[in-house]
């Protein structure tokens, strides 16, 4: 009977006094607790009234009711105690995955972030005059000599890096590019929008999988100002295709009085074709084929932190730099710390060893064939049964839109059971208390070590046997 179901309902006064409403409100704070209070019984009173909800016969008493809604407040309060943004274990073997917050930091960038954030810096202040300096000058130098460039500066991401140079250079100007470059890169990233927001004029050449150095040459005329030319970061043109070196494109523009500017994507600073990444470009090779600026990720195969990095001649840095949307897209002092530590590591050619991406990267099948296996023995030990895990030859995924098509060899580890679904298993580790995101592919959940830290196995192997046991209990319970 809804209405008498109804007079159960309890007032806010009382639902506030329980030990568990006096605990949370003094964890979060009272208000909030009433006012979740208030919406968990005004929602309560509507299922009770529509009678839509079966669950609602259970709450037969006041107890019961009591309970019911203890249980709504902490589900509530759950959210709000626990942060947001939290860490997971990406067990997927995509390297740069862009939904699990692309690179990983270096140790090494980690310490420099934690040392630049817990105290005042010099990011504005020149220590040497004692006077005002310019946040600009970090890290410039250290990217200027990676890339080869006469000059650089840092921004907030590649997106920005790009609508930059394009509105500092061809504002009220048309720029040349491929049809075979207008890409879009996930999360909205589009050229031809982003041209159109930097107010330039899009002049699209060629095919979509043939433009030749003859249709740049075409489209040149007085209102030219920029020669584009785009890393197709996240697809791969095959067949009948053609398109332009950097070099080509670069001497093309230089004859023509115009700048010739390369989106890099990825932004590779050495060669990873010993990695198995073959044919991914390298900044400093698009700065000595005389491309005049050059910017990519400071997040992707860079393996730093979220930036955009400019690289080219000193003439354009310093127009982006004058740039008044430039204050719009700087980054803040942790940036340039975790950024300059990952560059230090390059420098020192310590990136397969201490960049986290690269490393990754690095690391062989055999050597994932040894940690799979071992890997293996462990889960089956402690699911007893209820899980088994069993190694099997697969690929890992650069991913982050760079190196499209490129599979690296890997030794996965596939877990599958009898007693419950693979896409259950998925999900249970998904609800781990540090979330471990696995691939679910034919009915199997399948984890890839290669983007494992070696110590997130633990966590791995705990949740395994968590799992384990929670169906054990059930299945008990079931045949009781
Ligand atoms: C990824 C990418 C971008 C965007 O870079 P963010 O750092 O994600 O802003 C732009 N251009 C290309 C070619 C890319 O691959």
Do not use: W
């Amino acid at each position: 009977m809804p209405s008498e179901l109804l007079r159960l309902l309890p007032s806010i006064e009382s639902a506030l006094s329980t030990t568990l409403a006096q605990r949370l409100s003094a964890e979060l704070n009272r208000e909030l607790v009433r006012d979740l209070l208030r919406e968990i019984i005004e929602q309560l009173r509507e299922q009770i009234t529509a009678a839509r909800d079966s669950a609602i016969s259970a709450f037969a008493d006041s107890e019961s009711i009591g309970n019911e809604i203890e249980r709504r407040l902490l589900v509530r309060t759950k959210a709000l105690l626990s942060p947001s943004l939290c860490r997971v274990v990406n067990a997927t073997g995509v390297i740069i995955h862009t939904n699990l917050g692309r690179a990983p930091l270096a140790p090494a960038a980690i310490a420099a972030v934690s040392n630049i954030a817990s105290g005042y810096s010099n990011l504005e202040y020149d220590l040497g005059q004692g006077e005002r300096g310019h946040r600009e000058s970090h890290a410039a130098g250290i990217i200027a000599r990676l890339c080869g460039s006469e000059a650089a500066i840092v921004t907030n991401n590649n997106a920005a890096a790009v609508l930059l140079v394009l509105n500092t250079l061809a504002e009220g100007g048309e720029v040349i590019v491929s049809r075979g470059e207008l890409i879009e890169i996930g999360g909205s990233f589009r050229i031809p929008e982003i041209m159109e927001k930097s107010g330039a004029t899009l002049r699209e050449v060629g095919t979509t999988n043939r433009t030749r150095l003859a249709d740049y040459e075409r489209a040149i005329n007085d209102k030219t100002r920029l020669i584009l030319r785009v890393h197709p970061s996240n697809y791969k043109i095959v067949g009948f295709t053609e398109r332009p070196t950097a070099r080509e494109i670069a001497s093309l523009a230089q004859s023509a009085g115009i700048p010739s500017f390369e989106d890099l994507g990825s932004g590779c600073l050495i060669d990873l074709g010993p990695y198995g990444v073959k044919d991914e470009p390298v900044v400093s090779g698009s700065i000595k084929a005389g491309v005049s600026v050059a910017t990519f990720s400071g997040d992707k195969m860079l393996g730093g932190p979220q930036a955009g990095i400019i690289a080219g001649s000193r003439m354009i840095v310093d127009s982006v730099r004058k740039n008044p949307l430039m204050r719009a897209l700087r980054v803040d002092k942790m940036t340039y710390a975790a950024l300059e530590a990952t560059l230090r590591l390059y420098e020192r050619g310590e990136a397969a060893a201490g960049v986290p991406v690269i490393r990754a990267m690095a690391e062989t099948r055999q050597e994932l064939g040894q940690r799979a296996s071992r890997f293996c023995s462990r889960v089956n030990g402690v699911a007893r049964g209820m899980i088994e895990a069993a190694a099997e030859d697969g690929e890992s995924l650069i991913g982050g839109g760079s190196a499209p098509g490129v599979g690296i060899p890997t030794v996965l580890v596939a877990l599958t059971s009898k007693a419950l679904s693979a896409a259950s298993v998925e999900s249970r580790l998904r609800a781990n208390g540090i979330p471990i995101i696995t691939r679910l592919e034919r009915d199997r959940v399948l984890i890839d070590l290669r983007t494992v830290r070696r110590d997130e196995e633990e966590t791995i192997i705990n949740a395994v046997a968590e799992i384990t046991r929670g169906a054990a209990k059930s299945m008990a319970s079931m045949n009781e």
